[in-house]
């Protein structure tokens, strides 16, 4: 019993699928387990793993909200948010060491920028009607215009060095700043959605939103609201990598991640048709698509193969989650026992 309660858990298959990547590691690149202590820094490829999944982890805590409302929620603009906060900061800090604007105005008035961003996105969805995949699409395309006016079309290089502590420079007890950044990101948002009514009302809102109108939720502002904390996320992932990376590139910064994004939500078990949503699984599918990203780096895989793995995993993702699979397991499952009942009763017949 408590196996079957482990296999219906719903961490188990995003940590089943986390674990298989582990395991290639384990058995063809036991480097990738190697940790160097440096200036009471570690390093190392899980390091950057963490490191680097927390991109990925903002934009799947705000885009499980999203697509959890469901009616083909989704917001595949997260790209494009995080090339246009980055480039929101590094045009506030000017190229110069000592900027005129302070490190946290700046990093405000990129995430306001980010917000509004959201707060578009959601008027066209909640407010206009828009289909989500269209709203969300029109700022993908835009967004990536805007970030590169901002920029002059330039990579606008940063060089105020407390902005570096968000990513490249710093570290707490070890570890990079930014894996503190995601974690308090993500405590926040599981204590407000479990503390709160908005966990319910996003699920009921997924499951049925005329029934949730009807029981007097504001379906319009609820969905509203995930658009413009999807942008929040995208905002907060994008000054992260323009700390890493020390600079702001508008044509590339951000590019096809809301793909990363949107499979790490899959990979932790929420539908794609909204309703039921897990927080916790989306994180573990964000540092499975990082883990799995470094580890082909790192035994020489070409980043265009990448790509085809990717859509190998979310083609074998999909088939486990198929309604259709679910129930010709369930089926056979169903018709095993019944045999092994059958088998018992013509045992003891057979006794008497």
Not at 87 to 115: K, Q, R
Not at 244 to 273: P, R, W
């Amino acid at each position: 019993m408590k196996i079957e309660k482990i296999t219906k858990s719903r961490i188990f298959l995003p940590l089943v699928i986390l674990g298989i990547v582990i395991l290639f590691n384990l058995l063809f690149n036991r480097s990738f387990f190697n940790i160097t202590i440096k200036d009471g820094h570690f390093f190392g490829s899980l390091i950057d793993v963490l490191n680097r999944s927390t991109y990925l982890v903002l934009l799947a805590i705000g885009l499980t909200l999203v697509i959890a409302t469901g009616g083909g929620g989704i917001d595949i603009s997260v790209g494009a948010v995080v090339a246009i906060s980055g480039a929101v900061a590094a045009a506030l800090f000017a190229e110069s060491e000592t900027p005129a604007i302070g490190i946290f105005l700046a990093i405000g008035i990129s995430l306001l920028v980010s917000m509004l961003f959201g707060a578009w996105n959601g008027i066209l969805v909640a407010k206009i009607g828009v289909q989500p995949v269209v709203a969300t699409l029109i700022l993908m395309v835009a967004g990536r215009g805007i970030a590169q006016l901002i920029t002059d079309g330039q990579i606008l290089y940063i060089k105020y060095p407390a902005f570096f502590f968000l990513g490249s420079n710093g570290y707490i007890l070890g570890l990079p700043f930014s894996i503190y950044i995601a974690s308090f990101v993500f405590i926040i948002t599981m204590i407000v959605l479990k503390k709160t009514a908005l966990g319910l009302f996003i699920e009921s809102i997924g499951c049925n939103s005329v029934s949730s109108k009807i029981a007097g939720i504001n379906v319009n502002k609820i969905k509203f609201l995930t658009y413009v904390f999807s942008g929040l996320c995208a905002g907060i992932a994008g000054l992260l990598i323009a700390s890493n990376v020390k600079s702001a590139d508008a044509n590339n910064a951000g590019l096809f991640m809301e793909l990363d994004g949107i499979l790490a939500v899959v990979i932790g078990g929420t539908s794609l048709k909204g309703g039921r949503f897990y927080l916790p699984g989306s994180i573990v599918g964000a540092i499975t698509i990082q883990c799995l990203t470094t580890t082909m780096y790192s035994i020489g895989v070409s980043p265009y193969v990448m790509t085809f793995v990717k859509s190998l995993v979310i083609i074998g993702i999909f088939f486990i989650q198929s309604e259709e699979i679910k129930a010709l397991i369930k089926n056979r499952n169903n018709i095993k026992k019944k045999e092994e009942v059958v088998k018992e009763i013509k045992v003891q017949e057979d006794s008497l």
